[in-house]
């Protein structure tokens, strides 16, 4: 899989090498607050994350590492599209360190990844999920075009589901 370059960032294949970047994201308590547990994950969980963001890339999607697109060496977050384990489901997952969030990184990061598996119709349906209170990540769904969900996709009750369905499939 090639990279997708945006109109100000590239987006590649999560790899083994992102171990590093990811420990740095996974670690920090004001990014991974509104992630499942609340709190800062260990570096066996992180490894093990990472190796299931590389292996979701045999099903030909999946998570992209973020870079700038004008200094492709830093890496300032990820987006990307993946099938929910033991699920019909795909959800869009994005998360960006905190000296690049507010620049709309998210959202030109988490559009081209939901484009990337319309367009090659990886997926007829993308579903997103944020806690209730965080009201960023909110804004960012419905800015991609998402509307409320009825589906249940994570077992918890503070979190609001929303989906956008591929043009080409949508129900009449």
């Known amino acids: 899989m090639d990279m997708i370059e945006t109109q100000r960032l590239i987006l590649r294949p999560t790899t083994s090498n992102d171990l590093q970047f990811y420990e740095v994201m996974l670690k ?6 509104y992630l499942p547990g609340g709190k800062p994950y260990t570096s066996d969980y992180i490894s093990n ?20 697109k004008g200094n492709p060496e830093v890496v300032v977050g990820y987006a990307g599209v993946e099938r929910l384990p033991d699920s019909p489901f795909h959800d869009i997952r994005y998360g960006f360190l905190p000296r690049f969030q507010g620049r709309g990184f998210a959202s030109e990061a988490a559009r081209a990844s939901i484009e990337f598996v319309f367009s090659n119709r990886l997926v007829e349906e993308v579903f997103g999920v ?3 209170d965080n009201l960023p990540s909110v804004r960012i769904l419905q800015n991609l075009g998402m509307t409320p969900s009825s589906e249940v996709l994570y077992d918890s009750v503070d979190l609001v589901t929303f989906s956008i369905v591929q043009p080409c499939c949508e129900q009449e």
């Open 130 to 132: 944020a806690v209730v």
């Open 49 to 68: 994350y990472v190796s299931n963001r590389v292996a979701h890339w045999k099903k030909g999607f999946g998570t992209f590492t973020v870079a700038l």
């Open 28 to 33: 920090d308590p004001n990014i991974v607050r």
